[in-house]
């Protein structure tokens, strides 16, 4: 079946099985191979995508049920260029070893970000919790999405 | 792994959907937010030859209030992420609230639906716990029928409910809670997000003097099913105070006998089930006083 949506920002139609996999469909057909499976049953979350601006696991959709909507994957995230607020504080902050988890952290991430509210620590762990890392110990995770999140809340409250 | 093949439709209307159910029955799977459904298809635990993709039927993702009959009604797609929020039921049905922010993760619940929980079963959802500590009801259809079945005889044992091959549910329904009322689920699990190797969650309602006057209070993930406590809401009607509510807790065990496996021994689940009923009273009973500071 022919199946049309738009992926980071750009119309796309593509042909797929309907058993296809959302992540396999974006990873293969579309080369968006930034998103990884890691575990294929939505416990991991690499595979995280935001699907019209809410946070979704590609691995427990189909393509075949996307038609019509917006995807958005790590390749979406920075803008003309340039890397977005989350992406530049995971740099800052030495957020990822091997990187196998990071496009799901960053789409996650860029979710809080763009809910525009101050969150505490707690808070920030709660969203992250479906998120999993075998390298870091979670903590430089952390402290990125806190400076990024909660730097952009900041600038909003000022200037309202 | 990936799933097997199958035949996929899409279906706009509620007729359409059950006519396909009608005539595929068993070798067909609604799917829903998928997050339940896909994993045993990516394992291949199920492989249906059919899949009825329900997220595009209109009228199946809102939260009413009924006024005249004292209930709100849950349309079946509705998601666990909604539950949070919802201003309707927030005021008139808290427990559902409380009970979707344990559900796993902001993915998980940004598609998950309520509707696909309770079909699901699982005997540690905190959606099924919340809506048979409600006495909920759920409204099925088929194509030529329609019942509204209490939750009650809804469940079967673990994952197995009292749905036809040919029967969707389309809404949940639950009673209004009475005005004084508070909620709270409490549990217990290893990480955060995991399923809960025991829960608890009660809504308590409170007379005007503080006493409690009516209390609803079920445990999960310690039978196959979740499991209304009936003797403990009855030992806590008139009571006010926290060491009453223990002894009241205690009665949670005549009414489990749980499993033992390889996370937890039965002995451990039930104390579980007793300490976590006892937090969710508590819990519950403080949020009903402020309840009643507001009223
Ligand atoms: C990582 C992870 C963590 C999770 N953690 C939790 C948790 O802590 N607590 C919890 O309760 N759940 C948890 N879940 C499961 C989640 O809540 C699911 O959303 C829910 O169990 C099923 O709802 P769904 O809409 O996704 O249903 P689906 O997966 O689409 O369907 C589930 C089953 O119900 C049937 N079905 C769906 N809708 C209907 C309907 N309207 N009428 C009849 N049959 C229907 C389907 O055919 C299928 O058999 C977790 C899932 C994942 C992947
Ligand atoms: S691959 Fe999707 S959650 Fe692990
Ligand atoms: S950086 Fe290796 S898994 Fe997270």
Known sequence: ?160 | MKPAAFEYVCPDTLEEALSYLDLWGDSAKILAGGQSLVPLLNMRLAQPQYIIDINRLPGLSGITRHPDTRTVEIGALVRHHQLISNPILLAHASLLSEAARYIGHIAIRSRGTIGGSIAHADPSGELPLAVTALRGHLKVRSRHSQRTIPIEDFFGGYYMTALEPNELIYAVEVLESPIRTGCAVKEFQRRHGDFALASAAAAITVDESGAVLQARVAVGGVAPNAVTCSKVEEALCGQTNNNQFSLAAELVAQHIDPPEDIQASADYRRHLAIALAAEAIDSAYERALWAKEEA
């Not at chain 1, 935001?50 to 995807?71: K, N, T, W, Y």
């Not at chain 1, 530049?88 to 809080?112: D, E, K, R, S």
């Open chain 1, 1 to 160: 079946m022919e199946i049309t949506c738009e992926v980071n920002g750009q119309p796309v139609t593509v042909e797929v099985e309907p058993h296809w996999l959302l992540a396999d469909v974006l990873r293969n057909q579309l080369g968006l191979t930034g998103l990884h499976l890691g575990c294929e049953y939505g416990v991991c979350g690499a595979c995280t995508v935001l699907m019209d601006g809410e946070p979704v696991r590609s691995c427990l959709s189909f393509a075949s049920q996307v038609a019509g909507h917006q995807i958005t994957t790590v390749e979406g995230l920075a803008v003309d260029g340039k890397l977005n607020r989350v992406q530049t504080a995971f740099i800052n902050h030495h957020a990822l070893q091997c990187g196998f988890c990071t496009p799901g952290f960053l789409v996650t991430g860029t979710y809080l970000l763009q809910q525009g509210k101050l969150l505490n620590r707690e808070e920030i762990r709660e969203a992250l919790s479906g998120n999993l890392c075998r390298c870091t110990g979670y903590q430089q995770i952390v402290d990125a999405v806190e400076e990024a999140v909660n730097q952009q809340s900041a600038n909003a409250v000022e200037c309202e």
